[in-house]
């Protein structure tokens, strides 16, 4: 029976009239567009473990993959990402939130990507479950790092205890309210640490355990009329009552936010990191990157990923002088004009 881990990536789809909001995706509102970004992610995250012949395999996890819905590009972009290997797995989403949180509307999905890619797996067999703008910079250093099997990996993000995590008025939105909430429900906590979204491991086992443990406090809360709309919010609390046994692999794996008007503190020794969570690069980098691919231009990512400073610069990692923010700054506008071209023209 095959031990070999399984890296899970998911993606959303929407439907045309449907309300949603990425403010990193630049995207503007159309599901089209916003699912295109988010599979050029897909790809260079995929194309990150291919082409460094990372022993895993790989899965996508889609409501859809009707051309209709994802656009003439998204069908390309999916295409490539199978072509290098990953395995796309219908995955309905039964676990989103309630109406009115548009702006993390699709952030519960992990939870049905976890049921669907695990269906009928070995208990044993090891999932790692990651956003799509993420690059493994060292795949063998993060596998390595994989916790026992009934804990579940996570990353601790370290927000200042008051920092609000989200932009509407709802229960939970710090790491002190999460411990309030916490405390109200029985728990003997303070200030717990924050669970990122952005990496979830554990045996298929652990992993289910955690998505019907999610059900049951969703269900304990709607009781009590709180609802906690984000997967980070209801992970967080699951974590702070202990009713999930989290372990952190910030040692190996981070979120981190480049770009020269970051307000955010920067990582230490992020080069050194096997995986990079990457926001802020859905735009820049990966979206550049994903172009390559399609172009099947891959010697120069092969040749960055197996060099540490080179593949730091090519996703931002790596401080930018000011030659690279002007190159990036006049790419993001080069392409901002050819997507208006064709509009332009038709006036």
């Not at 063998?140 to 932009?167: K, M, N, Q, R, S």
């Not at 071209?341 to 006036?347: D, I, K, T």
Request: glycine share 6%; with cysteine; proline share 6%.
């Amino acid at each position: 029976m095959s031990s070999t881990p399984i890296v899970v990536q998911y993606l959303y789809v929407h439907e045309p009239e449907e309300g949603f909001s990425y403010p990193t995706a630049r995207a503007a509102n159309s599901a089209a567009l916003v699912a295109q970004r988010y599979l050029e992610c897909a790809l260079t995250q995929v194309a990150s473990l291919a082409l460094q012949d990372a022993d895993c395999e790989l899965v996508l996890a889609m409501n859809t993959t009707d051309p209709a819905l994802i656009g003439d590009r998204g069908a390309t972009l999916l295409e490539h990402i199978e072509r290098l290997g990953a395995r796309v797995v219908h995955t309905p989403y039964t676990h989103r939130p309630r109406e009115g949180t548009e702006i993390y509307v699709s952030s519960r999905y992990v939870l049905d990507a976890i049921m669907t890619a695990s269906e009928g797996l070995d208990p044993s067999r090891r999932l790692w479950l990651t956003d799509l703008d993420c690059v493994w910079a060292d795949p063998g250093a993060v596998f390595a790092a994989a916790p026992p099997d009934d804990e579940v990996g996570c990353v601790h993000i370290d927000y200042p205890p008051d920092w609000d995590t989200v932009l509407f008025d709802v229960h939970g939105r710090t790491r002190n309210a999460i411990g309030e909430l916490a405390r109200a429900m029985g728990a003997d906590v303070q200030t717990p640490p924050w669970v990122g979204g952005e990496l979830l491991t554990g045996t298929v086992a652990a992993l289910r355990d955690l998505v019907r443990t999610c059900e049951r406090l969703d269900a304990r809360l709607a009781g009590e009329q709180v609802w906690l709309p984000t997967e980070e919010q209801i992970l967080s609390l699951a974590g702070a009552l202990g009713m999930i046994p989290f372990v952190d692999l910030s040692t190996v794996a981070r979120r981190i936010t480049t770009g020269k008007r970051s307000q955010a503190r920067p990582v230490p020794e992020a080069e050194s990191l096997g995986l990079w969570h990457l926001p802020s690069e859905k735009g820049l980098s990966m979206r550049r990157t994903a172009a390559e691919i399609l172009r099947g231009r891959t010697s120069a990512l092969r040749a960055d990923l197996a060099d540490r400073r080179r593949r730091a610069r090519r996703f931002n990692v790596a401080h930018a002088g000011p030659l690279r923010q002007v190159r990036d700054d006049g790419w993001i506008v080069a392409q901002r004009v050819r997507s208006i071209a064709p509009r332009l023209a038709g006036l």
